[in-house]
């Protein structure tokens, strides 16, 4: 029973999105000796499970499949360092008013979504407001930053926010040379967005800074992060630095 209560409150804490892998990982962290079955055996026993649903459509269209834009990242999705590669995508947001668009800017580093926009069209005036809003955040320019081959970033406007960083773009036809981004698409809509009927625009909005911002950034275990948050990864990743430095 009081393992059970622990499982139910690792849940709820995750807003009942961790399944029994992370539940795992989290109680035995926690020094719970206790095996993945289990907990999914008492998971079972209380009726619960992580919310899950796959989302999927087409939000960009490719215009240009010539060979001048080259796959630069080539699927290279753990760099050394935070801020170094970006990658950016957009995805639909399905409300009561009809759809909405999110772009958001990773960086592959931690996975940490630097900075997001949601707009009312698939117009690049949101994808640069994203791209610009996520320099403002962190206070610096990524040296790559890779796309899908939509209209909005082989636009001239996009081209002139990220002037000097180094752009690199999927091959035509392959999204999994973006698949980081596209993964977090479907992660905030089959682990969250897909529970509410989403009223309208200021709704979606809310709705995204609670994930984003209030669990995924900040709270969320991920494997890539070595079942840390991203904010917690990048953290350790300067803190590990600094005493490098001070051995130095």
Same mark, same amino acid.
């Given at each position: 029973?009081? +393992?059970? @209560?622990?499982?139910?409150?690792?849940?709820? =804490? #995750?807003?009942?999105?961790?399944?029994?892998?992370? &539940?795992?990982?989290?109680?035995?962290?926690?020094?719970?000796?206790?095996?993945?079955?289990?907990?999914?055996?008492?998971?079972?026993?209380?009726?619960?499970?992580?919310?899950?649903?796959r989302?999927?459509?087409?939000?960009?269209?490719?215009?240009?499949?010539?060979?001048?834009?080259?796959?630069? +990242?080539? @699927?290279?999705?753990?760099?050394?360092?935070? =801020? #170094?590669?970006?990658?950016?995508?957009?995805?639909? &947001?399905?409300?009561?008013?009809?759809?909405?668009?999110?772009?958001?800017?990773?960086?592959?580093?931690?996975?940490?979504?630097?900075?997001?926009?949601?707009?009312?069209?698939?117009?690049?005036e949101h994808v640069v407001a994203a791209v610009r809003k996520a320099m403002e955040r962190t206070g610096k320019r990524p040296k790559l930053i890779h796309t899908d081959r939509g209209v909005q970033y082989t636009s001239q406007e996009y081209a002139d926010e990220t002037e000097g960083i180094t752009k690199s773009y999927s091959y035509k036809g392959t999204p999994w040379d973006n698949a980081c981004i596209e993964s977090f698409h479907a992660l905030i809509k089959r682990e969250w967005l897909w529970r509410f009927k989403i009223r309208d625009f200021d709704h979606a909005r809310k709705l995204i800074f609670e994930y984003i911002d209030a669990f995924y950034n900040t709270v969320r275990i991920h494997s890539h992060c070595e079942y840390q948050s991203p904010t917690e990864y990048e953290k350790r990743y300067y803190h590990t630095l600094k005493e490098l430095e001070k051995v130095a």
């Open positions: 029973m009081e +393992l059970q @209560r622990k499982i139910m409150q690792i849940y709820e =804490d #995750s807003r009942q999105i961790y399944g029994a892998p992370k &539940i795992t990982w989290i109680l035995r962290r926690n020094g719970e000796r206790i095996s993945e079955r289990t907990v999914t055996r008492y998971m079972k026993e209380m009726g619960i499970h992580a919310w899950y649903r989302p999927y459509t087409v939000t960009t269209h490719s215009i240009d499949f010539t060979e001048k834009l080259k796959n630069v +990242l080539n @699927r290279e999705f753990s760099p050394a360092e935070p =801020d #170094s590669v970006w990658c950016t995508d957009i995805t639909y &947001i399905s409300t009561e008013k009809g759809f909405y668009y999110l772009s958001c800017i990773m960086d592959l580093f931690s996975r940490k979504i630097v900075a997001w926009e949601l707009g009312t069209s698939l117009e690049t």
